[in-house]
Structure formats: C-alpha cells, structure tokens
T-cell receptor
Framework: KNQVEQSPQSLIILEGKNCTLQCNYTVSPFSNLRWYKQDTGRGPVSLTIMTFSENTKSNGRYTATLDADTKQSSLHITASQLSDSASYICVVSQSCMLTFGGGTRLMVKP | EPEVTQTPSHQVTQMGQEVILRCVPISNHLYFYWYRQILGQKVEFLVSFYNNEISEKSEIFDDQFSVERPDGSNFTLKIRSTKLEDSAMYFC?????????????FGQGTRLTVV
C-alpha cells in the first residue's frame, strides 16, 4: 500500500532556531516528492518539488533532501520565524495522483 | 498573482441533500483535481480531470460524487446525497501540465459540514 509517514507529528521550537522534519515513503512508482506548507484552514502551498535524481533543493530558508534509495526525505528550516508556524506536509506524486503524509505541525514560539 | 478560487468557503447542508462545490482554476491550466481533508486527518486524493473527462479517481470517489466543467472557467464537485462522513475540507487544485514534476496550485478550500 502506498504510504507517506512523517515525523515528528508535532514540534515546538524557539524563534531563530533550526529544525528538521522527516518523511519516509513507500509510494511506487515514484514521480516526485514535494513539501507543502499548510496554514490552519487554508490550502497547501508548495515549497519544493524534487525528482528522484535530485537529492537537495532549497527555497529560501527551506532546504529539502531526498534519498530515493532509502525512500527518505527531510525538510530543514533555518532561522525559524513566527510565521513558519504551520503544518508541513510531505507529498509523493505518481502521475496525476498525490499521496499526502499526515504532516508535522510546527509551532515557533518567541 | 493567479490563484485557484473556491466557493463557498463554508457550506452547511442537511444529510441526504445534494451539494455542489465550485472552483475556478488558474486560467491557463488544463488539469484539475479535487482533494478532501477530514478534520485532523491527511489530505486525500479524490479525482483528477483533463480534457473534459476523469483521468484518475480514488476509491473514495464513488457514485455519489461527480465532477463537471460546465463552462470554460468553472470546475465543480457534486455530492448527490450527502452523508455525515462527507464533512471535510474540500480542496480544488489545478496545474498546467500533468502531475509529473509540475506544481499543483491549491485553492483555499470549502469547509463542508453535513448535519
């Protein structure tokens, strides 16, 4: 069964600190892996998209890594800001279908 | 910046009633999707739509559900006879190419509450 598992489920950090979120997937076949940010009650917003041949991609303070051999990805957030408080969702794409992870709920405190 | 818009933002309906959720995808996009998110759960794929027909659908998308592009701009999801378990946030998304390595843009969602 295609699955995307994320850890931790929730995380609290202080403003200015870094953090790393993890994603493991069993989706096959695999087209690409995406990280989305979702504010409460809003639609997901794309942060990064990586194909199996890419092992790192950055978008500002967000850096995603991908190990297609071990089927693991991580999202590193540098110098966190209060506005980073949201759910971060790992999503694996197969053709037209996206399989979502359960997300990591990040809270950044002052 | 172009965006996907969904209406209404919140819909309350009685069990057994039909409901239509509306979406206006980004204007030059050709691929459209519906997803749902039950409160506290993962976002789940429902259906993808291209060239006026369904290209993929999940097992959730049973005979109670249908999608339509009635004109050049709207993309709708109809639930024929709503059940309590249909209560969820429904997200529409669109992309300019198929899912392979292309970004899907999501709307803000419609919160459907079935009472």
């Amino acid at each position: 069964k295609n699955q995307v598992e994320q850890s931790p489920q929730s995380l609290i950090i202080l403003e200015g600190k870094n953090c790393t979120l993890q994603c493991n997937y069993t989706v096959s076949p695999f087209s690409n892996l995406r990280w989305y940010k979702q504010d409460t009650g809003r639609g997901p917003v794309s942060l990064t998209i990586m194909t199996f041949s890419e092992n790192t991609k950055s978008n500002g303070r967000y850096t995603a890594t991908l190990d297609a051999d071990t089927k693991q990805s991580s999202l590193h957030i540098t110098a966190s800001q209060l506005s980073d408080s949201a759910s971060y969702i790992c999503v694996v794409s197969q053709s037209c279908m996206l399989t979502f992870g359960g997300g990591t709920r990040l809270m950044v405190k002052p | 910046e172009p965006e996907v818009t969904q209406t209404p933002s919140h819909q309350v309906t009685q069990m057994g009633q039909e409901v239509i959720l509306r979406c206006v995808p980004i204007s030059n996009h050709l691929y459209f999707y519906w997803y749902r998110q039950i409160l506290g759960q993962k976002v789940e794929f429902l259906v993808s739509f291209y060239n006026n027909e369904i290209s993929e659908k999940s097992e959730i998308f049973d005979d109670q559900f249908s999608v339509e592009r009635p004109d050049g701009s709207n993309f709708t999801l109809k639930i024929r006879s709503t059940k309590l378990e249909d209560s969820a946030m429904y997200f529409c998304a669109s992309s300019d190419r198929p899912g392979m390595n292309t970004e899907a843009f999501f709307g803000q969602g419609t919160r459907l509450t079935v009472v």
